[in-house]
């Protein structure tokens, strides 16, 4: 210690005893000087004793000076004796003085080095758990800077799980195991914290105060539980154990308090920073990730692909991309809601993953658009297997709240070449092969070939034009007339659309149906067929009064059977031409009934009370189920021209006629055989019962004022007008 730090009452004390040269007196000192005092007494009290021997010997042999008397010599010895006792004990007095005061000062100087140590502790304890980010390790710190600053064994920190329970989350030397669980106000811990107050555990005597709170098989000599306390709000508990040995005291209580409140400040930080942390990433994830699928999203795709062309840039040819996009998912989105249509997606992505292989890659582009990286497609078999694999996965059924849904997929695979060197000429030809996919049929896939290309920047062309077409009133309905059989009458008219292109002439529905059906362009074409198909009915029963009202039949595509508000357009339709009611057919394909999730059954009911008549188009050429004839109130079947074409053969095909004209007879519905281009054909389809027939024999769909002069002209029975 250095001078500066003596109080000045020591500095007095000191000099007064004679230690005036010490700056720094110490109870050493103090001792020595006792000491010699005592020393320099003893001799003076022994000279003192010599001298009164020595006058008592003078006073027998009487040889003493004569003015010593006896009484001089004793007042002088007893004061001087007197006056040494008073000065030692003066001395003493001090000394004793001096001894407290640097006893006092010396235990000071410990408790003062203590606390110094044990701040400097606290502080480094809490620079390291503020310096701690994460959770975990900011617990272990907090954990092991307390065992450190007490001299602690054992402990552990819980914190608070939801409102209710305390979880261990770190432990040292404990038979506590971490994920362990107390329910708040139950044990120590469930207590404190509860309570937020910190709780001393000494000996046996506190055992028998919470022997509520402390576990019988519990061994606790001397412990310690602190709550972790944050703006009020309680985080967690601190539990200490002591050494054995060793008791904490509430000195150790006080400073664990304060250590907890800093850990609690460090453990609410390092929460933060998780959340901030678990935030973040989850914002990088979804700049990466599709949050419906959790399949990459394009961006990440592009950058995986780009990765894989640069590590295979110098190695023969390993990676392929495939352009997947779901057949039939808008039908099911519209008619089984988005929320089924988005599990739906879901699904077909778990399917999508799990036919790949491991370093393969999926990607969900948006909608029903899937993409997939290939990373060993080393040869044209191993390219298909895996396209193959992925059509079979999404062939079987999904089961969509309740309902089983059949899709399929078309997939368009692009590999790279000299030609197509990076990604985007990649994505854009597996794009083209899976349109061409799509075209050929669906539920297949296609390789790119160069030639597609230049198909598709057609294909583009024409949605472009139909647009333009739609606008500009482009289109055109041609008729063809539906002949009574047994009379040859022609008793109704179908409607057929044209589009006049103004560079490609007059093009027929084949050429950009399909194509408005998946643009949904459809509607607007199929709207407008309705309304004028029905303007021209009314129209041509004007023209003719005399001769009979002609039934209207019009194709309803599957896109405009989808909507509810195909039921308000044929209405409006009705409304505005003033058509009676019966005398409008609508044709729908059996594919379009064969695709029902549900809601086709009562649409074509609200159809029907309107009074329209409805007829099944193509009847025999696709997957049909024939209980569907029951299901859909039905009134007319049309006899697909592949059975009335091969009539002549008179076998197989004219047996099957037969029996679906009886078939229709049964369940008391009209037949139309359609594509009748010879005589023998009316006369065979007549013997077997058939009501009506269509076809080129009769008239091609014509133009409404020859389609008009070529029913009310000519008996049709007899001759083709075409
Ligand atoms: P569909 O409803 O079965 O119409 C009959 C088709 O067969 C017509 O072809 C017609 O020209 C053709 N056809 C008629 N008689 C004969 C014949 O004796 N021999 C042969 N080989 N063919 C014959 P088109 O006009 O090219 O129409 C094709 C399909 O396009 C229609 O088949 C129908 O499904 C669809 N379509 C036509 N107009 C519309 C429309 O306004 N809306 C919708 N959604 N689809 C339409
Ligand atoms: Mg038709
Ligand atoms: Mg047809």
Not at 194 to 216: H, K, W
Not at 234 to 241: A, E, S
Request: aromatic share 6%.
């Amino acid at each position: 210690m250095s001078a500066d730090h003596t109080t000045p009452e020591i500095r007095r004390a000191a000099r007064i005893v004679g230690l005036r040269e010490f700056n720094t007196p110490s109870l050493e000192a103090v001792e020595r000087r006792r000491l010699q005092l005592w020393l320099v007494m003893a001799v003076l009290l022994m000279c003192l004793a010599g001298v009164a021997v020595l006058t008592s010997m003078w006073a027998i042999q009487d040889t003493r000076p004569g003015w010593l008397s006896p009484l001089v010599m004793r007042v002088a010895i007893f004061g001087l004796t007197a006056s040494f006792c008073v000065y030692a004990f003066e001395k003493e007095l001090h000394l004793r003085r001096l001894t407290f005061l640097l006893a006092d000062e010396r235990v000071l100087t410990a408790a003062l080095t203590n606390r110094l140590r044990e701040m400097s502790a606290l502080l480094e304890a809490g620079k390291a758990v503020n310096s701690a980010l994460e959770l975990q390790h900011v617990l272990d710190v907090i954990l092991n800077s307390a065992l450190e600053l007490l001299e602690g064994e054992t402990g552990s920190i819980m914190l608070l799980e939801g409102r209710h329970r305390l979880r261990v989350v770190a432990t040292k030397g404990n038979d506590v195991a971490r994920g362990q669980e107390v329910a708040m106000g139950s044990g120590v811990a469930g207590y404190v914290a509860e309570e937020m107050e910190p709780l001393l555990i000494t000996g046996e005597a506190d055992r028998s105060t919470f022997r509520n709170l402390i576990p019988r098989a519990q061994r606790v000599e001397s412990g310690m539980s602190v709550p972790l306390v944050n703006r009020d709000e309680v985080l967690g508990v601190i539990n200490l154990n002591a050494a054995a040995g060793r008791q904490f005291t509430e000195y150790d209580l006080r400073a664990v308090s304060l250590f907890a409140e800093q850990a609690a400040a460090a453990i609410a930080n390092a929460r933060l920073f998780e959340m901030e942390r678990a935030h973040t990433a989850e914002l990088s994830y979804r700049a990466f990730h599709d949050p419906l699928t959790r399949l990459a999203n394009r961006a990440l795709f592009v950058e995986r692909v780009e990765e894989a062309l640069a590590e295979d840039a110098d190695t023969p040819r390993r990676l392929a991309i495939l352009f997947l996009d779901v057949d039939n998912f808008k039908m099911v989105n519209d008619s089984l809601g988005h929320a089924a249509g988005d599990r739906l997606l879901v699904a077909v992505a778990g399917r999508i993953e799990g036919s790949l292989g491991h370093a393969d890659i999926a990607a969900r582009f948006g909608g029903d658009e899937f993409a997939v990286l290939l990373r060993d497609a080393a040869d044209d078999f191993a390219l298909t297997s895996a396209a193959e694999r992925i059509l079979v996965a999404l062939q079987s059924p999904f089961s969509i709240g309740g309902h089983e849904v059949f899709i399929g997929a078309s997939i368009g695979i692009a590999v790279p070449d000299d030609d197509t060197p990076g990604v985007d000429e990649l994505l854009r030809n597996a794009d083209v092969a899976m349109y061409k996919a799509k075209d050929s049929g669906k539920g297949r896939y296609v390789v790119f070939a160069q030639e597609m290309h230049e198909a598709a920047v057609e294909r583009m062309q024409l949605e472009a034009d139909l647009q333009r077409a739609i606008k500009h009133h482009e289109f055109v309905v041609h008729y063809q007339p539906i002949v009574e059989l047994s009379s040859g009458r022609v008793t109704g008219m179908e409607a057929l659309v044209r589009w006049e292109h103004p560079t490609k002439g007059l093009l027929p529905p084949a050429d950009f149906v399909p194509l408005a059906e998946e643009t949904g362009l459809v509607l607007h074409i199929g709207r407008w067929v309705l309304h004028e198909a029905c303007r021209q009915a009314v129209e041509w029963a004007r023209e003719h009064p005399d001769r009979v009202a002609l039934a209207m039949s019009v194709n309803l595509s599957a896109r405009q059977l989808q909507l509810n508000t195909v039921i308000d357009d044929v209405a409006a339709a009705l409304d505005d031409s003033g058509l009676d009611p019966e005398r409008l057919t609508l044709e729908l394909t059996e594919t379009v009934l064969m695709q029902d999730t549900g809601d086709v059954v009562p649409r074509l009911r609200a159809l029907k009370q309107l009074g329209v008549q409805l007829a099944i188009d193509d009847f025999g050429t696709g997957y049909s189920s024939l209980s569907y004839l029951h299901k859909f109130p039905i009134d007319v079947l049309k006899i697909d021209k592949s059975f009335t074409g091969n009539l002549r053969r008179g076998t197989g095909e004219g047996v099957l006629t037969h029996a679906i004209i009886r078939l229709a007879r049964t369940l008391h519905l009209r037949t139309i055989a359609e594509g009748i281009e010879r005589p023998d054909q009316v006369g065979k389809l007549q013997a077997m019962g058939c009501h009506s027939g269509q076809g080129f024999y009769f008239a091609k769909p014509l133009p409404a004022h020859e389609a008009i002069a070529c029913a009310f002209g000519v008996d049709l029975t007899a001759s083709s007008t075409s």
